[in-house]
């Protein structure tokens, strides 16, 4: 049996709705069974990351963890990894960022900071893992939903950043594979999608599967600081993710060919995601 955390989000989303190939029961890891909107088939089951002392129920049984961490700070990692390991799990696959480090003495701020501690735990642990280096997600380009469903214009700083950004379903295609296939043991998987787009090209692009002739208009960074504190991110998220994009304008972001070489499909292209998503931008 597989359990998935974040499983009525995006990438642990996707995980339990290709459940009908995994070829082996699911568990999904939720704080309301009741409120969980999950396929036919998969079991819900109560816990919390941030209350590891509530997983025992969920781990039971468990063989493999598709592990998508949902909180800021990696504080209580090392509880939820020692019960995993005490109920028998053997196998994890996490889903990190590309840029988490691999040099112990560097201690990286902001979201790779925590994937980083993360990972570390889980090398460190008993347990036969693989790490999920994704790239810029598709489903970031979310935040520019609410500009997109009262204009048609996105105000955001730097146009010219390019990103090979990748749908959540192949990031959970990839766990799947690793977690139910061998040949995937101390594998880090650096994900993306199959082609580089500047922020201006996605922003046409999801214009396109809407059916509108969108566009992209240069801000201040600091405008954009302002907007992610105010969604709830720390405020060293939202430096690190505006120093990464600056960073893209002059160092796009690669491609790499990883998820046809695990799953034996090509990677879905943003378009796609953008045609999969256009409801969500008022489509």
Do not use: C
Not at 102 to 113: A, K, N, Q, R, T
């Amino acid at each position: 049996m597989i359990l998935v955390t974040g499983a009525t989000g995006n990438v642990g989303g996707q995980a339990v709705a290709q459940v009908e190939w995994a070829g082996v029961p699911v568990r999904a890891l939720v704080r309301d069974p009741a409120r969980a909107d999950l396929p036919p088939g998969v079991e819900a089951v109560r816990g919390d990351l941030a209350d590891p002392a509530t997983l025992g129920p969920a781990f039971a049984g468990v063989s493999g963890l598709l592990l998508v961490w949902p909180l800021p700070t990696a504080e209580t990692a090392p509880a939820v990894l020692d019960a995993a390991v005490a109920a028998g799990v053997r196998r994890i696959a996490y889903v990190s960022a590309w840029g988490a480090s691999d040099d112990p003495d560097e201690e990286p701020e902001g979201i790779l900071g925590f994937h980083t501690a993360i990972e570390r735990l889980i090398r460190a642990s008993p347990l036969e893992w693989t790490l999920l280096r994704a790239g810029g997600f598709a489903a970031n380009t979310l935040h520019w939903a609410d500009q997109i469903r009262t204009g048609d214009v996105v105000r955001a700083p730097y146009a010219r950043a390019g990103r090979s950004l990748i749908h959540e379903a192949d990031v959970a295609a990839v766990g799947i594979r690793a977690l139910t296939h061998p040949g995937h043991a101390s594998a880090t998987y650096h994900l993306t999608g199959p082609e580089t787009l500047t922020q201006a090209e996605q922003v046409r692009t999801i214009g396109d599967a809407l059916g509108r002739d969108l566009r992209f208009e240069e801000a201040p960074p600091a405008v954009a600081r302002e907007a992610y504190v105010a969604a709830g991110l720390p405020p060293s998220f939202a430096d690190g993710i505006l120093a990464g994009q600056a960073r893209l304008v002059t160092d796009p972001e690669p491609v790499t060919h990883t998820v046809a070489e695990v799953t034996g499909h090509k990677a879905r292209t943003f378009a796609q995601w953008a045609r999969d998503h256009a409801a969500d931008f008022g489509g």
